[in-house]
């Protein structure tokens, strides 16, 4: 992917279990610690791998790209993913799908094992062409220990089986991805950062402007210039982006609510399905489809 955002024209390269050096996301140290650490089982002849990866909080994996799709979930703690633009908060519920030669980097929030399947293109029979969410039943979670183990312990005809049966529980769901891109006025972006240290903070703009130097009306341009959404708009998806890890990691949505900045939950839970597309309860509770 170019700095543009743009995903790179050139060939995947085969994935070698290692991550690009480069580019990692702003503010964060690249997990190069993590480097050969991971276990990977890739029976000859099968059509899914799968990787099992430690991270610690705060820890990701530079930007970079697989020759192989990748499915890419935690099966402890929640993973993060930042790809085409976009972040997806992931807990164990769920799992992202990542085309062949999308570049994208992976993190965690807190202490995780990043599990993931690939699936070798010409022996895939799923075409998306864009990332999706996928949803991680209980059947599918027991399907990727299944595939997980040593090759010798699970006979060929029997994984190839396992295969297929992941193949079919593969469905994306609908969900929106939270954006809060930050603008580029440096006026705005500060009020920005301040939102992001403390998105609670209830001030107007007309109160923000007395803070940065301008005026409610410059920082309102601002925001819809620089980030493509009108302030309150933008707020709203910050608040949801600051909830997603303190719902992933376990908290009420009452707490969740205040702390962010919504005076009731069912203020909190309206705008969570508004942006998100499901309610809370539906995103972060376990599936048993």
Known sequence: ????????????????????PEDRPPGVAPAVGKHGTGHLVSPPGSAVAVGSFPLDGGEWFARHEHGAHQLAWASDGVLAVRASGRTWVLPSTVALWIPAGTAHATGATGKALLRSLYFWPDRCPLRWREPQVVPVSGLLRELIGHLAQDPDALPADARHRAEQVVFDLLRPVSVTTVR???PADPRARRVAEAL??????????AEWGAVVGASGRTLARAFVTGTGMAYGQWRTQLRLQAAMPLLAAGATVSSVARRVGYGSPSAFVAAFRRGVGVPPGAYFAPSDR
């Open 1 to 20: 992917m170019s700095r543009d955002g743009h995903v790179r024209q050139d060939a995947p390269r085969p994935w070698d279990g290692r991550v690009s």
């Open 180 to 182: 809060a891109p930050m």
């Open 196 to 205: 992001r240290h403390d998105p609670a903070d209830n001030r107007t703009l």
